[in-house]
């Protein structure tokens, strides 16, 4: 696709359970980023990859949260036993590096 | 506290200039973004300037850099309605890894 494309756009969970969220970036993008963006706040870096390793994922907020990215294209972030504090918008970027471009992101709500 | 700091909120009346601000701390920062989220919307770049520029123009936007006060500014002409929107500051340092530091955003409200 032209751009960076998340999925689901939309989730809504009962606390406890796990869930997964997509993103493909733009073909050829080595880096990838995962932030979240709470209401109010502005976004909170999670993790970053160059191709496939993730060189930092001090933003990981506890153990609950994990990612991967594989082939050097798409990447999957998962959170187990969600909490109601996970609510948030997560966004997705990709990076030729230089200029990141976004996806419209994955709206979490935990009930 | 927080790496890059913009104020929450700006209402201006449409056909004002805006001018949102930004300070940073990391002075080896080499690039600087302005993003613009819309409602509903991923960010979107609007224009970035090199830590070697003092101004950036690109039609209705000026970007200001002051580097010895760390303080970055995006200026728009003639505001309109469709420039309301949450407008993001971003860092990128040099050296190691390639992570860019966003503001909290500024809320744009343009008013008729």
């Known amino acids: 696709g032209a751009g960076v494309s998340q999925s689901p756009s939309n989730k809504v969970t009962e606390k406890g359970k796990d869930v997964e969220l997509r993103c493909d970036p733009i073909s050829g993008h080595t880096a990838l980023y995962w932030y979240r963006q709470s209401l109010g706040q502005g976004l909170e870096f999670l993790i970053y990859?160059?191709?496939?390793?993730?060189?930092?994922k001090s933003g990981l907020p506890s153990d609950r949260f994990s990612a991967e990215r594989t082939g050097g294209s798409v990447s999957t972030l998962t959170i187990q036993r969600t909490q109601q504090e996970d609510s948030a918008v997560y966004l997705c970027a990709s990076s030729p590096p230089g200029e990141l471009f976004f996806g419209e992101g994955s709206r979490l709500t935990v009930l | 506290g927080e790496d890059v700091e913009q104020s929450l909120f700006l209402s201006v009346r449409e056909g004002d200039s805006s001018v949102i601000n930004c300070t940073y701390t990391?002075?080896?920062?080499?690039?600087l973004y302005w993003y613009k989220q819309e409602p509903g919307a991923g960010l979107q770049l609007l224009t970035y300037?090199?830590?070697?520029?003092d101004m950036k123009q690109d039609q209705r936007l000026t970007v200001l850099l002051n580097k010895k006060d760390k303080h970055l500014s995006l200026r728009i002409a003639d505001t309109q309605t469709g420039d309301s929107a949450i407008y993001f500051c971003?860092?990128?340092?040099?050296?190691?890894?390639?992570?860019?530091?966003f503001g909290r955003g500024t809320s744009l409200i343009v008013h008729p």
């Open positions: 300037i090199f830590s070697n520029m």
């Open positions: 971003a860092e990128i340092p040099s050296g190691g890894s390639y992570i860019p530091t």
């Open positions: 990859f160059q191709g496939n390793s993730a060189p930092d």
């Open positions: 990391d002075s080896s920062s080499t690039y």
